[in-house]
């Protein structure tokens, strides 16, 4: 049994986190031989102040902007 952990930013749909499992889904059936059944994804969401990339908060990363905002906003 797969099981698959998924940390993002907080903010995405439900209609987005389904796509995904969907789709991951479809990968650990395809390629580990999986059954459907049996692949459980576990999303973490997490805040823009809980990350750092590359020693910058994402909630402080300019060149991040525009794609917390755009959660943040959706929200």
């Known amino acids: 049994?797969?099981?698959?952990?998924v940390?993002?930013?907080?903010?995405r749909t439900?209609?987005?986190?389904r796509a995904f499992a969907r789709a991951v889904t479809d990968a650990a059936v395809t390629e580990l031989g999986a059954?459907?059944?049996d692949v459980r994804i576990l999303f973490e969401e997490i805040t823009a102040d809980h990350?750092?990339?590359g020693g910058v908060?994402?909630?402080e990363d300019d060149s991040r902007?525009?794609?917390?905002?755009?959660l943040v906003s959706d929200d």
């Open 1 to 5: 049994m797969p099981n698959i952990r």
């Open 7 to 11: 940390e993002l930013l907080a903010g």
């Open 14 to 17: 439900i209609a987005q986190r």
């Open 35 to 37: 059954r459907r059944g």
């Open 51 to 53: 990350v750092a990339n």
């Open 57 to 59: 908060l994402a909630s």
């Open 65 to 70: 902007a525009g794609v917390v905002a755009a």
